[in-house]
């Protein structure tokens, strides 16, 4: 081993925009390349971290407050940096992560109502304020979106349930972060078959290839 840290790259976006597809594909091209990578997801990836995303996809009672749901995240996320990514990392290995701290942002800081300092404030605090080295913002139109999810017929969560206009903030949300940090973040057309849309992302991250 090089003894160089690995790279961190998150995947971003709205519902059905095909994060999960695109980590897998990416995750992939990389190995092909003979880079050991660890593909993770949020709210999950460990054992503690999955025990909460159940309790937040899926919640008991009458649903959290938004501040108990931004906490869970935050809960989630400390563990997952702590017991996966950093040690990932350290060892040299690349991490896909389907969603993380930008989707609080997005969810709970924006749509939500918290504000961005309030979301960025317990990301200090529970993981130490850690960067995805490139964010993959996948981007495409609402409807186009909205016809996978119903093609795949699954029940939405409790996130994935609420009224299209949250879903609307949501996606401004990541627009504006994105327009905010145009280093960090990549957006990508996630419209088009899947092995087109992830030449796109090949092409964003060949810097950290390179
Ligand atoms: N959340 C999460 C917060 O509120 N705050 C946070 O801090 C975090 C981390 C997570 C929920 O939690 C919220 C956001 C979410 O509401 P989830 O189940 O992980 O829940 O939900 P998503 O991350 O949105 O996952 P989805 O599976 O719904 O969407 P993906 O991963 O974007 O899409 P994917 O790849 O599964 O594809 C969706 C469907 O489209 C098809 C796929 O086969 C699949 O059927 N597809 C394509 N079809 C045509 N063309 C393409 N290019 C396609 N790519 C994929």
């Known amino acids: 081993m090089s003894g160089a840290r690995g790279r961190f790259i998150a995947f971003e976006g709205g519902e059905g925009a095909g994060k999960s597809t695109q980590a897998r594909l ?15 997801r949020e709210p999950g990836g460990t054992p503690g971290a999955e025990a909460i995303r ?6 008991p009672g009458e649903g959290w407050p938004a501040e108990a749901e931004a906490l869970l995240f935050a809960a989630a996320r400390a563990d997952h940096v702590a017991h996966l990514i950093r040690p990932a990392l350290a060892r040299g290995a690349w991490v896909i992560c389907d969603r993380f701290v930008d989707s609080s942002r997005a969810y709970q800081g924006s749509a939500g109502g ?47 349930g609420r009224p299209a206009e949250y879903h ?43």
Request: charged fraction near 25%; proline fraction near 4%; glycine fraction near 10%.
């Open 26 to 40: 990416l995750a992939d091209a990389l190995r092909a390349r003979g880079i050991a990578v660890v593909i993770t």
């Open 54 to 59: 159940a309790l937040l996809l899926d919640p």
């Open 114 to 160: 918290l504000g961005d300092e309030a979301i960025t404030t317990l990301h200090a605090f529970g993981s130490a304020g850690l960067r995805p080295d490139r964010v993959i913002l996948l981007e495409g139109d609402e409807a186009a979106l909205a016809g996978r999810l119903a093609a795949r017929g699954e029940r939405a969560d409790a996130i994935e």
């Open 168 to 210: 609307r903030a949501v996606a401004a949300a990541f627009r504006a972060l994105a327009k905010a940090d145009p280093q960090g973040f990549a957006v990508i057309d996630a419209i088009g078959a899947p092995d087109a849309v992830h030449q796109r992302i090949l092409l964003a991250i060949g810097d950290l290839l390179a």
